[in-house]
Nanobody
Framework: QVQLVESGGGLVQPGGSLRLSCAAS????????MGWYRQAPGKQRELVAS???????NYAASVEGRFTISRDNAKITVYLQMNSLKPEDTAVYYC?????????????WGQGTQVTVSS
């Protein structure tokens, strides 16, 4: 099994910054893509950003230029640097990964961390 532990959420004023971290642990043979989804109240969960094992990144149009995703393969950790935050970024942010364990691969999720952007 794979466990994902997130940290870094909280309350921030519009225009502020936060950095989310997500550390993976468990019986991991190799780690493929890692990334972040978010879900705002009354809305569907949406992809925020993802990063491949090789470092290729993908962003939602709504966060392009403001958010930066990165990963540390040695620490099996993914980060999301969020700048110029807007009230519409308020949501629960979920880390995910595509991990290979033993002879199978699967998608694993973190427990979620609340990000609130408000004055």
């Amino acid at each position: 099994q794979v466990q994902l532990v997130e940290s870094g959420g909280g309350l921030v004023q519009p225009g502020g910054s936060l950095r989310l971290s997500c550390a993976a642990s468990g019986s991991i043979f190799s780690m493929n893509a890692m990334g972040w989804y978010r879900q705002a109240p009354g809305k569907q969960r949406e992809l925020v950003a993802s990063v491949s094992r090789g470092g290729s990144t993908n962003y939602a149009a709504s966060v392009e230029g403001r958010f930066t995703i990165s990963r540390d393969n040695a620490k099996i950790t993914v980060y999301l640097q969020m700048n110029s935050l807007k009230p519409e970024d308020t949501a629960v942010y979920y880390c995910y990964c595509n991990a290979v364990t033993g002879f199978s691969s699967g998608i694993y999720w973190g427990q979620g961390t609340q990000v609130t952007v408000s004055s």
